[in-house]
């Protein structure tokens, strides 16, 4: 069985920094591509950054660019915040993706998500 | 960037009712379209992808179609399980982008 586990969220200041931390388990995990989604209180879903399964690329929403990094080891899915914003507020999931490749992918499973409040 | 246009925003429907929610693509996405149901509180599940595959363990009252660049959420008899929040997702190109979700509500 496919499980995902996320971990790191919590309450910070603006500017300041969080790294979140997914432990996959049930699954080859080097074959598969993984993302982070994230949700704001009473919003909808907004992609954030996608790896692929041999982490040899890596995509970013423009909105987080330059300031989240995505990276992997073999069993866990990172993403380090940087810079954060009240905009940040969110609880952010992974999803572990259909294929290994970075496109033309579906979100097959998904984690419960980590909650993370940017306070202003 | 591609847009997701998901309408109606939100619907009222009974338990039986045939409900039908749509997604349209700015550009094409060719068949890399998903759909997902959230409930409140939940991580979002797969339901449909590749426009029209069920996903395992989905009801067979839950359908998807495409033209063009149009797609199409169908749920043959709505269940009370299937109030919720359903999103749309393309897969063709980075930025994946979401719909704006449709809330499906007791009538």
């Known amino acids: 069985e496919v499980q995902l586990l996320e971990s790191g969220g919590g309450l910070v200041q603006s500017g300041e920094s969080l790294r979140l931390s997914c432990a996959a388990s049930?699954?080859?995990?080097?074959?598969?591509?993984m993302s982070w989604v994230r949700q704001a209180p009473g919003k909808g879903l907004e992609w954030v950054s996608s790896?692929?399964?041999?982490?040899?690329k890596r995509f970013y929403a423009d909105s987080v660019e330059g300031r989240f990094t995505i990276s992997r080891d073999s069993s866990t899915l990172y993403l380090q915040l940087k810079g954060l914003r009240a905009e940040d507020t969110a609880v952010y999931y992974c999803?572990?993706?259909?294929?290994?490749?970075?496109?033309?992918?579906?979100?097959?499973?998904w984690g419960q998500g980590t909650l993370v409040t940017v306070s202003s | 960037d591609i847009q997701m246009t998901q309408s109606p925003s939100s619907l009222s429907a009974s338990v039986g009712d045939r409900v039908t929610i749509t997604c349209r693509a700015s550009?094409?996405?060719?068949?890399?379209l998903n759909w997902y149901q959230q409930k409140p509180g939940k991580a979002p599940k797969l339901l449909i992808y590749a426009a029209s595959s069920l996903q395992s363990g989905v009801p067979s009252r839950f359908s998807g179609s495409r033209s063009g660049t149009d797609f199409t959420l169908t749920i043959s008899s709505l269940q009370p399980e299937d109030f919720a929040t359903y999103y749309c997702?393309?897969?063709?190109?980075?930025?994946?982008?979401f719909g704006g979700g449709t809330k499906v509500e007791v009538k």
């Open positions: 049930g699954f080859s995990f080097s074959s598969y591509a």
């Open positions: 999803a572990k993706e259909s294929n290994a490749g970075p496109m033309y992918n579906w979100f097959e499973s």
């Open positions: 997702q393309h897969s063709y190109s980075a930025p994946l982008t």
């Open positions: 790896i692929t399964g041999s982490a040899d």
């Open positions: 550009q094409t996405v060719s068949t890399y």
